[in-house]
Each structure stands twice: as C-alpha cells, then as structure tokens.
C-alpha cells in the first residue's frame, strides 16, 4: 500500500479541507502593486500624487487556481504615477517594474509577466535658495 504526501494510504480521497481553489481579487493585486511602487520610489517628494495601479487576473488552468506548488494565476499590471523631474525617468521605471513583480510574486503566488508603467506627470523640483523659484 502506497502513501501519499500527506501519510494517508493512496486510496482514500483527499480531505475536503485540503482541496479547493484559491482566488484573489483583482482590487487586491492592484493596492499590492500600489504599494509596491511606492516602495520603489520612495521617499515620494512633496506634491507628487500617489501611484496607482490597476490589475487584470487571469486564474492558471481552466478555471482552478493552483495551491502551493504552483502560482495561482497571472496578474498583468498597470501602473499610472507621477515622477520628480529631472530625474532618469527609464531607471525609475524600471525600479517599479522590479519591484511590482517581486512584490505580487512574493505576497500572491502570482506570475507577472507584464508590468505597464505609465508616467502621467513630472514635477519641477525647485532650487532649494532660488529667489525666484525657477526649477532646475
């Protein structure tokens, strides 16, 4: 008689405590990879507007998500944020893109294979003791 993973003779149906599917809302991912940008580009500068994310899940499989083993589905990512200028717009966004996946993957079990960085705006950063308040 051969056991299983979890020492119950091969025959026996699994549990119903230990099967079942795992699903994760869309809003959910998306203030995970918020917060994760944030993370990236922290500290934010005074002025500048938090970024947002937006988040499209698609369940692996045919509908059931994997447990443990396996990612429970694949999470594309938008993110839309405000960036202090000059500064390298390519790195920083980059630094998101990293940082987004690292974060869904770790805290989701999530695949990510795309993440949409979208700079919406750039703030001027002034000369600190400019008279005239000219920005460099």
Same mark, same amino acid.
């Given at each position: ?17 230990? $099967? ?17 940008? $944030? ?15 937006? +988040? ?9 998500? $994997? ?11 938008? @993110? ?8 390298? @717009? ?5 630094? +998101? ?5 690292? $974060? ?12 949409? +960085? ?6 001027? +950063? ?11």
């Amino acid at each position: 008689m051969s056991a299983t993973a979890a020492g119950r003779p091969a025959t026996e149906p699994t549990p119903a405590g230990e $099967r079942g599917a795992t699903k994760i809302a869309d809003k959910v991912v998306a203030k995970i990879a918020a917060q994760a940008a $944030r993370e990236a580009l922290a500290p934010l500068p005074p002025g500048v507007g938090r970024p947002y994310a937006t +988040v499209a899940v698609r369940p692996h499989g045919s509908g059931a998500a $994997r447990g443990k083993d396996g990612p429970v589905g694949t999470a594309r990512v938008r @993110i839309s944020l405000e960036l202090a200028y000059p500064a390298d @717009i390519g790195a920083r966004c980059a630094a +998101v893109r990293r940082r987004v996946t690292e $974060r869904v993957s770790a805290l989701v079990n999530m695949t990510v294979p795309e993440v949409v +960085v979208q700079v919406e705006r750039l703030h001027p +950063v002034a000369v600190p003791g400019d008279p005239n308040g000219r920005t460099t």
